[in-house]
Structures are given as structure tokens and as C-alpha cells.
Nanobody
């Protein structure tokens, strides 16, 4: 049984930093594509960043240069480091895991497993 548990959300002022973690069990993070998605109230879930089984990452234009996605294979954990946070980054953030090596389009439908989400709130 695959479980993804996110931690690290919280409230921060604009310009601040936060780090999110996604600890996986029943799933090997090094093998396949994983990603971070976010969903704000009244909006669709959107890709933030993905990283494939080989470590190649991809980012939404809105977070490029501010967010970094990476895996720690020894801890079987996915991370998202966020700096320069903006009010528009406020959302519930979800960790997702795919059954495939490649990340394809990065659509939420490409991912099989999801965490419960962690709230990030940025005040301006």
C-alpha cells in the first residue's frame, strides 16, 4: 500500500521561504516520476514541479527560479524548497507519485498516488 505524507506547510510573509517534504512508503521515490501540485480555492489543481526517475526536473513558469524540487533517495522522500514566496503561491500543496519513469505532460491524470495535502499561506 502506497502512502505519501506531506509535511512543512504553514504561513509566511511574502518574500519568505518554506520547505515541503513528502515521505513515501510502499513506493520507491528514486524509480519514477514524482511531482508537487497545488490547488487554490475555486481553481483547478495545477502542476508546480515534477522530477522524473532520472532526476530531470520541470517547473511551472510561475515558480521557475524560486522553487526547487528534489529527491533524497536515502530517505525515500521528495522535497520542494520554496523561496521568494508570493501571495499567489497560497494554496493546498499535494505530493504525487507516478507509476512511470517519465513525467509525460505533468498533468494530474498522469499520477497514480496522492498525499493528503499541506496548506501554504503567503500573506502580502
Amino acid at each position: 500500500q502506497v502512502q505519501l505524507v506531506e509535511t512543512g506547510g504553514g504561513s509566511v510573509q511574502a518574500g519568505g521561504s518554506l520547505g515541503l517534504s513528502c515521505a513515501a512508503s510502499g513506493y520507491t521515490v528514486s524509480r519514477n516520476c514524482m511531482g508537487w501540485f497545488r490547488q487554490a480555492p475555486g481553481k483547478e489543481r495545477e502542476k508546480v514541479a515534477t522530477v522524473n526517475g532520472g532526476g530531470l526536473s520541470s517547473y511551472a513558469d510561475s515558480v521557475k527560479g524560486r522553487f526547487t524540487i528534489f529527491k533524497d533517495n536515502s530517505k525515500n522522500t521528495l522535497y520542494l524548497q520554496m523561496i521568494g514566496l508570493k501571495a499567489d503561491d497560497t494554496a493546498m500543496y499535494y505530493c504525487a507519485a507516478s507509476s512511470r519513469f517519465a513525467c509525460a505532460s505533468g498533468s494530474p491524470t498522469d499520477f497514480t498516488y496522492w498525499g493528503q495535502g499541506t496548506q501554504v499561506t503567503v500573506s502580502s
